[in-house]
């Protein structure tokens, strides 16, 4: 367990910044089973320790965006520069596979277009077929029927 000092110590703020926060809700209620008095001194487990700590740490990382002036120190220029390098990699990877998917569409939609041309095909030949067979049909009885009549008028 560990005093308001020596946390405030350890962060770097002042107690009374300590001491304010944790009078804050949600902090308060959070740390309120986890701090004691021993002698009039407020005690604070270790994990209240860490939400203090949490606490602050969090706003610091809020004022460091806020006073962020544009300008990298080399360490962090290095680390944006591999991540855009990784990034512009993954995005040629998937631009390759969107052209392979392209190329896919391409030929599914051309076979598509190949068997629907056959398939009207075929249907144009059973059609032109049907109408022969029915002309065949109807020359025939036409046939019977002049010879029907023929025999007819020779009797």
Not at 4 to 15: F, L, N, W, Y
Not at 22 to 48: A, Q, R, Y
Not at 96 to 110: H, N, V
Request: charged letters at 30%; glycine letters at 6%; a neutral charge.
């Amino acid at each position: 367990m560990k005093t308001i000092k020596q946390i405030a110590d350890e962060i770097g703020v002042s107690k009374q910044a300590v001491f304010y926060r944790i009078k804050k809700p949600p902090l308060s209620n959070s740390l309120t089973p986890l701090t004691s008095k021993e002698n009039g001194v407020l005690m604070v487990s270790f994990d209240g320790e860490k939400l203090i700590k949490q606490a602050f740490n969090v706003d610091a990382d809020k004022e460091t965006v806020k006073q962020f002036d544009g300008s990298f120190d080399g360490s962090l220029t290095v680390l944006l520069q591999e991540t855009i390098s990784v990034l512009e990699s993954q995005l040629a990877a998937k631009d390759e596979q969107l052209a392979a998917k392209d190329r896919q569409i391409e030929e599914l939609t051309a076979t598509i277009r190949i068997q629907a041309e056959s398939i009207q095909a075929d249907r144009k030949n059973e059609l032109a077929g049907t109408l022969i067979d029915g002309q065949r049909m109807l020359g025939t009885a036409s046939v019977k029927k002049r010879r029907w009549q023929f025999w007819k008028n020779n009797d």
